[in-house]
């Protein structure tokens, strides 16, 4: 049974800085790509950043481009999404997701797996 979970969600101020992680089972990590997306309130579910099975390559939604950062550890079966420079606008639950092959880019429907989701509010 493949479990995601996700931690490291909280409160933080304007500017501020959060690192999600999000621990893997039940599936072969290191064979797939994973990403991490988020829903705010009273919005649809929307993409924030994938990478590839072996971390050589990422994809970042355009408004988080230079301020988010994904990476992966497949020896601990672990993906992590650090968060820098936040704004209110990022304020929403994220969740990771497990890709159905090696690659995925921005399509919810390139993913198996989904975590319960982590809560990140950012206020001023």
């Known amino acids: 049974q493949v479990q995601l979970v996700e931690s490291g969600g909280g409160s933080v101020q304007t500017g501020g800085s959060l690192r999600l992680s999000c621990a893997a089972s039940?599936?072969?990590?290191?064979?797939?790509?994973m990403g991490w997306f988020r829903r705010a309130p009273g919005k649809e579910r929307e993409f924030v950043a994938a990478?590839?099975?072996?971390?050589?390559?990422?994809n970042y939604e355009k408004s988080v481009k230079g301020r988010f950062t994904i990476s992966r550890d497949n020896a601990r079966n672990t993906l992590h999404l650090q968060m820098d420079s936040l704004k209110s606008d990022d304020t929403a639950v994220y969740y990771c997701?497990?890709?159905?092959?090696?690659?995925?880019?921005?399509?919810?429907?390139?993913?198996?797996?989904w975590g319960q989701g982590t809560q990140v509010t950012v206020s001023s």
């Open positions: 039940g599936l072969s990590f290191s064979d797939v790509a």
């Open positions: 990478i590839n099975w072996s971390g050589s390559w990422t």
């Open positions: 997701a497990a890709g159905r092959g090696p690659v995925t880019r921005s399509q919810a429907d390139e993913y198996t797996n």
